[in-house]
Structure formats: structure tokens, C-alpha cells
């Protein structure tokens, strides 16, 4: 029997949920200008792991992770995970 985590659909689930807080953060940061380092440093979440949530696509990112760059970036932790405007409302 595999593992509820080797389901195709929540893969695939968690594969549009790293893109979107991937696009929402990268979008963020141009939007206000701040430097990685300095997101990382009022944040308190190390840069290594700031990179690997723009770039990595197969991210688990941790709820007080999101909830840190989200406090210094001035918006709401649910705006990093809702929809894209490309996603339709069945989320493929």
C-alpha cells in the first residue's frame, strides 16, 4: 500500500502549492524591494532556506516559516497559498 505522500494527486497538490508561494514571495520581495539577506534577518529564517522556497519546486515549507516572511512582508500568510489567477477551480 503507498504512503498517503506517494499519492500522485497530493504530489501533484504539493508541486502548485510550492509554485504559488514561490511566485507570491518572489513577487513580494520585487514588490518591496528588500534584499534576501535582509528578509532573513528580520524574519529570523535563514537564507538558505528563503532560496530554496524561490527555487526548489518540491518545497515543504512550514506554516511558521510562510507566517515569518509573510509578518515582514507585510501580508497575510493565506495570500501565499491561495490560487494563482492561471489555476483554474478544480487547482490543476
Same mark, same amino acid.
Given at each position: 500500500m503507498?504512503?498517503?505522500?506517494?499519492?500522485?494527486?497530493?504530489? /501533484?497538490?504539493?508541486?502548485?502549492?510550492?509554485?504559488?508561494?514561490?511566485?507570491?514571495l518572489?513577487?513580494?520581495?520585487?514588490?518591496?524591494?528588500?534584499?534576501?539577506?535582509r528578509?532573513?534577518?528580520?524574519?529570523?529564517?535563514?537564507?538558505?532556506?528563503?532560496?530554496?522556497?524561490?527555487?526548489?519546486?518540491?518545497?515543504?515549507?512550514?506554516?511558521?516559516?510562510? /507566517?515569518?516572511?509573510?509578518?515582514?512582508?507585510?501580508?497575510?500568510?493565506?495570500?501565499?497559498?491561495?490560487?494563482?489567477?492561471?489555476?483554474?477551480?478544480?487547482?490543476?
Amino acid at each position: 500500500m503507498a504512503k498517503p505522500a506517494d499519492d500522485p494527486e497530493i504530489q /501533484a497538490a504539493r508541486v502548485r502549492a510550492a509554485r504559488r508561494i514561490r511566485q507570491r514571495l518572489a513577487d513580494r520581495i520585487d514588490r518591496t524591494g528588500i534584499t534576501i539577506t535582509r528578509l532573513s534577518e528580520r524574519s529570523g529564517v535563514a537564507k538558505s532556506t528563503i532560496y530554496r522556497l524561490l527555487q526548489d519546486e518540491k518545497n515543504d515549507a512550514r506554516m511558521n516559516t510562510l /507566517a515569518a516572511l509573510a509578518w515582514v512582508l507585510l501580508i497575510d500568510v493565506r495570500d501565499l497559498l491561495d490560487p494563482l489567477p492561471d489555476e483554474d477551480s478544480s487547482g490543476e
